[in-house]
Each structure stands twice: as C-alpha cells, then as structure tokens.
C-alpha cells in the first residue's frame, strides 16, 4: 500500500497562492490516478481534482473555475495541487488520495490509500 505524504499547507492570505504536494513515500505510485479532496470540520469531504497518473488527463469539480490546477511528476512520485486567488471560503483541509478507478467524469470511484491531510487556512 502507497503511503502518501502531503505538505504545502498553511497560513495565507485572501489572494494569495499556495501549492500543495502529495509525495508517495517508500513506493513508486502506480495507482491509476491521484485525485485531492478537501473538508471543512462538520461537513462532507468534496472533491476538487482528479489527475490519470500516466496520461496527465486532468478532472476539476466546478467549483474550481480555474483557481485550481493538478499536476503530477512521474519521477518524483509527487503530485501537486496549486491554488491560486485563495479566498476565505478555501479554507479546509485537503487530502491527497491514491485513487484505483476513476469515473468517466473524473471523479474516483475506489481508493487505494490517503494521505493524512493538510490544512489551509486563508484570512487576513
């Protein structure tokens, strides 16, 4: 089982940037995709972006309109989240998830593993 590691979170503020890594620790991820998730304290998980991990197609749910962007580099085993023009309502903490079958739409369907979560925070 890949053991996925993020980092990248943090204090920032409303318009600001931030990119979030997701490295998969002592495996080489061969997962079909990576897909990142994210939560507020009381509500459902939501999903944000789906990335196939050998083709590079990329999924966003349609919140994201463009703030967001996945990406993934093969060799390091790491896949990425960037966030641009944060807003307060970004704040939550994101998952990265190792991800075995995909929907056609992008979204996953099973999982094999998740990463432990990193939070954002995003205020003035």
């Known amino acids: 089982q890949v053991q996925l590691v993020e980092s990248g979170g943090g204090l920032v503020q409303p318009g600001g940037s931030l990119r979030l890594s997701c490295a998969a620790s002592g495996f080489t991820f061969n997962s079909a995709a990576m897909s990142w998730f994210r939560q507020v304290p009381g509500k459902e998980r939501d999903f944000v972006a789906t990335i196939m991990w050998g083709r590079g197609t990329v999924y966003y749910a349609d919140f994201v309109k463009d703030r967001f962007t996945i990406s993934r580099d093969i060799g390091k085993n790491t896949g990425y989240l960037q966030i641009d023009i944060l807003k307060p309502e970004d704040t939550a903490i994101y998952y990265c998830?190792?991800?075995?079958?995909?929907?056609?739409?992008?979204?996953?369907?099973?999982?094999?593993?998740w990463g432990q979560g990193t939070q954002v925070n995003v205020s003035s």
């Open positions: 998830a190792a991800v075995r079958v995909v929907y056609g739409d992008g979204r996953p369907a099973t999982f094999d593993s």
